[in-house]
């Protein structure tokens, strides 16, 4: 809920409806912004955040920090007697992360793009002579997340087929799972007048 972006949206509003439908709820996420807490909890839903400002500034310190914080955090949170029914898994690093901490649970992987991708297109704005080792490790990484996940969702066409060209070696665990769409919020006053507004 911290940033801005499509993937996190998804993952915010995926969490928030679960925790209204019953569900204990507990979000592992990147601290971006010191001021922010550490632990936050709404009803059945917890966010918890790692890591600092100083650590992701530096060189692939987000991944990095991903890679190091997540397994700490789940796995000091166990020895306090926690444990979950399964992970919805949202980026291939903090996704990496999850996976050293050797959880035997259910993994459900949320496929939005290929980040290996694109960093590839876009380069790293600080040190692009780091891009292309950092992009090989990407593809790395995320090849294993999607690999060790129990199923991949995708949220479109589109992603199912840049998935299967990107990473053919995990098709047979691919879903597709239509993003819903919020009917309250997105209802227009007068049909009617929609329409005649659109086209249609």
């Known amino acids: 809920p911290d940033t801005f972006g499509g993937s996190e ?8 409806r679960l925790a209204q439908r019953g569900h204990n709820v507990d979000v592992f996420t990147e601290r971006v912004r010191d001021l922010l807490p550490e632990r936050v909890q709404e009803g059945n839903l917890t966010i918890y955040r790692y890591g600092s400002e100083s650590k992701f500034a ?8 991903d890679l190091a914080e997540v397994p700490k955090l789940i796995r000091s949170m166990m020895r306090g007697g926690m444990s979950w029914d399964v992970a919805i898994l ?3 690093f903090p996704a990496h992360g999850f996976f050293r901490a050797a959880l035997r649970i259910p993994a459900l992987y949320i496929f939005h793009a290929s980040t290996a991708k694109e960093v590839a297109f876009e380069g790293t704005t600080r040190w692009s002579a780091f891009t292309p080792l950092f992009v090989k490790w990407t593809y790395h990484v995320e090849r294993a997340s999607l690999t060790r996940s129990s199923r ?3 949220l479109s066409d589109f992603s199912a087929q840049l998935l299967q060209e990107t990473y053919p070696s995990v098709h ?5 799972l239509p993003i819903g769409i919020d009917t309250e919020t997105f209802a227009p006053a007068d049909r009617g007048k929609a329409k005649e507004r659109l086209g249609y």
């Open 172 to 176: 047979k665990k691919i879903m597709r």
């Open 58 to 65: 530096r060189p692939a310190g987000l991944s990095r920090t």
């Open 152 to 154: 991949i969702a995708v």
């Open 9 to 16: 949206h998804v993952a915010a509003e995926q969490a928030r």
């Open 90 to 92: 949202h980026h291939p």
